[in-house]
């Protein structure tokens, strides 16, 4: 059979191009975007508070794979009516002021953003049902030391333990609390918040979700319950969703229950830094001291001989530091 077609048109023959359009390097400048907060994260559709308007809207292509949170203030172009049906595009996240992080667990190196832009992190904690885990309060404190967060304790349901056991254990650390009882005032808690962006974190059934209702009535955040036989709580927040509390006088971040608090992105260094008087104490430590209990030549251990340190102070410290390393699951 001959060859259909001759040595000279197969030496000329090109195969058709696909039709492209030209790459440029120009990208949109994006001008007539607008900024606005993400207040909350649902299947890859973010619900933004734009200039007092609700707008939904997805992330543009350009972003990749960079993650979007709650409390990231982003620029939007696009629909921004927030009309029903409408679909604003985040185009742009602004540098974070914080971000509050953790792990799965202790050995895993993918960390996860909670939330950013919060300047004060509420550890809510329940006196009794459930009863108190101190370690899981220490990790919590530990993320928000290295965050750069202003931690607060939030002690709940103190109608049914007294909060002097739990207190004593933190108050050499200096961490700021409040102390409510069910369907008590709420000033001392309101007084906290003024003023700042908080993000609140607890374990399922300690309250926070009726505190969070009782701040903002319209929240409507579902209340679970504790079960009698574990003693947990059952999650009843499925996502982290951002609050305007009453006459703009803050912000409240509530977030899902959680059961542990990984910590392997976390630093001793950065753990100490949080402390400046105990930070400048251990200027003569060894290179690579830790600045834990038993560490040689550690200069925690020779302020404390000195009378320069406060030992309950540097005691509470070894336990954050101790909190880190151990399990993430309480």
């Given at each position: 059979?001959?060859?259909?077609?001759?040595?000279?048109?197969?030496?000329?023959?090109?195969?058709?191009?696909?039709?492209?359009?030209?790459?440029?390097?120009d990208r949109p400048t994006y001008d007539d975007a607008v900024e606005g907060v993400v207040v909350t994260v649902d299947r890859?559709?973010?619900?933004?508070?734009?200039?007092?308007?609700?707008?939904?809207?997805?992330?543009?292509?350009?972003?990749?794979?960079?993650?979007?949170?709650?409390?990231?203030?982003?620029?939007?172009?696009?629909?921004?009516?927030?009309?029903?049906?409408?679909?604003?595009?985040?185009?742009?996240?602004?540098?974070?002021?914080?971000?509050?992080?953790?792990?799965?667990?202790?050995?895993?190196?993918?960390?996860?953003?909670?939330?950013?832009?919060?300047?004060?992190?509420?550890?809510?904690?329940?006196?009794?049902?459930?009863?108190?885990?101190?370690?899981?309060?220490?990790r919590a404190l530990v993320a928000a030391y290295a965050s750069g967060m202003k931690p607060v304790l939030c002690l709940t349901?103190?109608?049914?333990?007294?909060?002097?056991?739990?207190?004593?254990?933190?108050?050499?650390?200096?961490?700021?609390?409040?102390?409510?009882?069910?369907?008590?005032?709420?000033?001392?808690?309101?007084?906290?918040?003024?003023?700042?962006?908080?993000?609140?974190?607890?374990?399922?059934?300690?309250?926070?979700?009726?505190?969070?209702?009782?701040?903002?009535?319209?929240?409507?955040?579902?209340?679970?319950?504790?079960?009698?036989?574990?003693?947990?709580?059952?999650?009843?927040?499925?996502?982290?969703?951002?609050?305007?509390?009453?006459?703009?006088?803050?912000?409240?971040?509530?977030?899902?229950?959680?059961?542990?608090?990984?910590?392997?992105?976390?630093?001793?260094?950065?753990?100490?830094?949080?402390?400046?008087?105990?930070?400048?104490?251990?200027?003569?430590?060894?290179?690579?001291?830790?600045?834990?209990?038993?560490?040689?030549?550690?200069?925690?251990?020779?302020?404390?001989?000195?009378?320069?340190a406060d030992p309950d102070r540097v005691e509470s410290f070894r336990r954050l530091l101790t909190a880190r390393e151990g399990?993430?699951?309480?």
């Open positions: 059979m001959s060859n259909r077609y001759s040595d000279h048109d197969q030496e000329h023959y090109e195969r058709p191009r696909r039709r492209t359009r030209p790459r440029t390097k890859g559709r973010y619900t933004l508070l734009l200039n007092g308007t609700i707008v939904m809207a997805m992330k543009s292509r350009p972003l990749g794979r960079k993650g979007v949170v709650v409390g990231d203030r982003v620029r939007v172009v696009g629909d921004v009516t927030g009309n029903d049906g409408s679909l604003a595009r985040i185009v742009e996240v602004v540098e974070r002021t914080t971000t509050l992080r953790r792990t799965a667990d202790d050995d895993d190196p993918v960390e996860r953003v909670i939330v950013s832009n919060a300047d004060q992190l509420v550890v809510v904690a329940a006196l009794a049902d459930p009863e108190p885990r101190p370690r899981l309060i220490d349901k103190a109608d049914l333990a007294d909060p002097e056991t739990l207190l004593s254990t933190y108050r050499s650390l200096g961490v700021p609390y409040v102390v409510t009882e069910r369907g008590g005032p709420l000033d001392e808690v309101r007084a906290v918040l003024k003023g700042h962006v908080s993000v609140l974190v607890g374990h399922s059934g300690v309250g926070k979700s009726t505190l969070v209702n009782a701040l903002v009535p319209a929240a409507h955040r579902e209340v679970g319950h504790v079960n009698a036989v574990t003693g947990r709580g059952r999650h009843t927040s499925t996502s982290a969703y951002m609050l305007a509390l009453p006459d703009d006088t803050g912000w409240i971040i509530d977030t899902p229950g959680i059961r542990s608090f990984g910590l392997a992105h976390v630093d001793p260094s950065d753990l100490i830094g949080a402390f400046p008087d105990l930070d400048e104490m251990t200027e003569d430590c060894p290179r690579g001291c830790t600045h834990g209990e038993g560490t040689p030549e550690c200069g925690l251990d020779a302020a404390v001989i000195a009378g320069e399990s993430p699951d309480y």
